[in-house]
């Protein structure tokens, strides 16, 4: 009994007063139906899908959906060799995330408003954070330095949002130009411009050095498609296309500068959290620096409790680094990824701190949980407020059953 009515009163009486007040008006005296849910819904800062069509118009979508296609194309040709439908390995599964992740940045990208923003969060920090996690864990597992690596990774857990928020705001700070440049980011982009400008010592080595390491990952493509590892093989060649593109960006003028009407060449920063609407992107990224160290962990432990009797005979039986780790490691550990992924996208959806630090919600950044805040407690208009949290709350809900599902299971 003292249990419940603990509950009953920090979580299930207030979550009765908000719905009970998302019906009513700002100030929570009168009943005024749905009205709340529909400005929720019709307000173009809030949902807004009036850009639709820019999707197809966005070379970003393009690029991404080829991407996903080349990856999709080397997979099912790795899956007939092997006696499967598909089949992925490193190289093929990166380029098709990675193409499938580009085609949503472009849709998010035309598709504005906080419930849009919010979902553009749950999959960007949710898809990185876990790949990043576990490519670290494996790539870690056993080496020299293990624990040293992981405690680095590791560290940003220990900092607070705010403190993360702060940290990288001015990490992506701008200053005028005329005055020295303090933020890390846009001081190195800046550096970037003097050297592509210079045609100096440095230029050249770094267009010598950008094309000698694309040559070595053309090289490693061509023996690792030789020796059937075609996957790698793949991820290889697109690797190498970056820096060949450095190269010839850099030769042609890359960095912080402009070439004004009159001539002058001037420096020129970058509005991380300015400019819309990958400034989006940049705010996920603190988000994703910090849960990185989290996956890594989780899924450090379940690899290492995977039992090596397993690896040992499919290596016995001819398996491949790669067939191992994705038909025998994966696996094992798919009950950790569905708990991280799970726990990730409820952390996600309520995000509030960083982007509060970071922008406030300015310039087109706004999520539901900054929104609420917002409105209810700056506006005072507790209805639009209680029907954001409500909203919110139904969309964390499903989340929630599947973990409870999950966690019945595994007890039973």
């Known amino acids: 009994m003292p249990a419940l009515g603990f509950i009953a009163s920090t979580l299930i009486l207030p979550t009765l007063r908000t719905l009970f007040l998302s019906f009513h ?8 139906g749905f009205v709340n849910y529909r400005d929720v819904f019709g307000s173009p800062n809030i ?17 991404g959906a080829v991407l996903l296609l080349i990856g999709l194309g080397v997979s099912v040709m790795l899956g007939r060799q092997s006696g499967y439908r598909i089949s992925f390995a490193p190289g093929s599964g990166g380029i098709a995330a990675l193409g499938a992740l580009l085609a949503l940045f472009a849709v998010f990208a035309a598709l ?7 979902l553009w969060w749950v999959v960007t920090v949710t898809v990185i954070s876990t790949t990043a996690g576990l490519a670290i864990a494996v ?25 993360a928020g702060v940290i990288w705001r001015f990490m992506y700070l701008a200053r005028d130009v005329s005055k020295p440049q303090t933020g890390v980011i846009n001081t190195f982009w800046v550096g970037l411009g003097n050297l592509s400008l210079s045609r100096g010592p440095g230029f050249w080595i770094a267009v010598i050095l950008s094309l000698a390491l694309a040559a070595l990952l053309v090289r490693l493509a061509v023996r690792a498609w030789r020796v059937g590892e075609r996957g790698v093989g793949a991820g290889a060649a697109v690797c190498a296309l970056p820096l060949v593109w450095f190269a010839y960006a850099l030769w042609r003028g890359v960095g912080g500068f402009e070439v004004r009407d009159n001539g002058d060449v001037v420096a020129s920063t970058i509005q991380f959290a300015q400019q819309a609407p990958f400034n989006n992107v940049w705010l996920m990224l603190v988000l994703i620096w910090i849960q990185t160290g989290f996956t890594m962990v989780i899924f450090s432990a379940a690899i290492k409790a995977v039992p090596s009797d397993l690896i040992e005979a499919a290596r016995v039986d001819g398996a491949s680094e790669a067939q191992a780790f994705w038909r025998v490691i994966i696996p094992q550990i798919a009950p950790t990824i569905g708990v991280v992924i799970t726990t990730l996208i409820v952390l996600v959806m309520k995000v509030f701190d960083i982007v509060k630090v970071m922008t406030n919600g300015n310039f087109g950044t706004q999520v539901i949980a900054n929104e609420m805040w917002q409105r209810a407690f700056t506006e005072l208009n507790f209805g639009l407020g209680s029907a954001l949290a409500v909203v919110l709350f139904i969309a964390v ?10 966690m019945q299971k595994a007890a039973s």
């Open 112 to 118: 504005r408003g906080t419930i849009f923003n919010n």
């Open 25 to 32: 008006d700002p100030r929570g005296q009168e009943y005024v």
């Open 139 to 163: 790539l870690a597992d056993r080496s020299k330095g293990e624990s040293i690596a992981k405690s680095l990774i590791f560290m940003p857990m220990a900092i607070s949002f705010v403190g």
């Open 47 to 63: 949902f807004n899908v009036d850009g639709w069509a820019g999707i197809f118009g966005s070379k970003l979508f393009w690029v």
């Open 397 to 406: 809900l499903p989340i929630l059953f599947v973990n409870i599902r999950r």
